[in-house]
């Protein structure tokens, strides 16, 4: 496990071991094989045994990191124990890309993962630190990003429209991609066809597909990220509303006033009052 909170670094990482990276504050960037990963306190990222990527951080608020890491073996029985009925009767599609679930890629941050890591940093260096204990977090830490890994990959794959379920398997792995271009390009002017081109699909092929396995258009679901990260910045940050706007992507502050208005019923500034009154 490492723990630091720093605003200013780059450090060129080698992972060896199997690596699940949070953010509680701000924003980490990781840059793997020409594929950039931002990392927020809503997010997480999971990188496999033996990937290189570069770690950036500029940030004008303390960004608080914290990263698990797991051995090759251990994972592998663990992998094997909790998921050999799912591959069966999934015709073992999760074998067909890395023989374990861990891809190197973002996921939503849910409440459960959530907690357990933070109940799991705060035992580390405690006075009462116990080895049996926090092996029991870094457990349930496991068994919650598997069930992240459920609701994210396999029940969107089960949507897809494939009869094959290899076809299935490697739309969602090229919607994966799609997501993940928006998720790390949101804050400047994308186009389908770059979105398309990022997950190798035609941009017939995205629109349909994309819709049926995110219940949204690449546009819409575009226009939900935005207003998740300015959410963000008007919670964390001294950015005016202006400055915000232009930060996550939108170029009309009346726009964004209102999309904002109608996604979490409460102007940008109200928002803002009432996330420091907390």
Do not use: W
């Amino acid at each position: 496990m490492v723990s630091y909170t720093t605003r200013q670094a780059v450090n060129l990482v080698e992972e060896d071991s199997y690596c699940m990276k949070f953010v509680f504050t701000g924003k980490e960037e990781c840059i793997a094989k020409n594929r950039k990963l931002n990392i927020y306190p809503d997010s997480f990222a999971v990188f496999p045994k033996d990937t290189s990527y570069l770690s950036q951080i500029n940030s004008e608020i303390p960004v608080e990191c914290f990263s698990l890491m797991y051995q090759h073996d251990f994972l592998a029985a663990f992998h094997y124990a909790e998921t050999a009925d799912l591959l069966q009767s999934l015709d073992s599609p999760f074998q067909q890309s890395s023989g374990y679930l861990f891809e190197g890629c973002t996921f939503p941050l849910h409440h459960d993962l959530k907690t357990n890591v933070i109940q799991l940093k705060a035992k580390l260096g405690a006075e009462d630190e116990c080895e049996l204990l926090i092996n029991e977090y870094m457990h349930q830490c496991l068994l919650s990003y598997y069930a992240t890994y459920q609701r994210e990959v396999v029940h969107r794959y089960e949507k897809l429209g494939f009869v094959k379920k290899k076809t299935r398997l490697e739309i969602m792995r090229r919607l994966a991609l799609a997501k993940e271009f928006i998720c790390n390009n949101y804050d400047r002017n994308i186009s389908l066809n770059e979105i398309a081109q990022a997950s190798c699909l035609s941009t017939n092929h995205l629109l349909r597909r994309f819709k049926e396995a995110y219940g949204l258009s690449p546009f819409n679901f575009l226009v939900g990220y935005r207003l998740t990260r300015a959410r963000q910045l008007l919670k964390d940050s001294s950015y005016s509303v202006k400055d915000i706007v232009g930060m996550v992507g939108f170029e009309c502050p009346s726009s964004f006033s209102r999309l904002f208005k109608k996604t979490y019923q409460i102007q940008p500034l109200d928002f803002r009052k009432s996330s420091q009154t907390v």
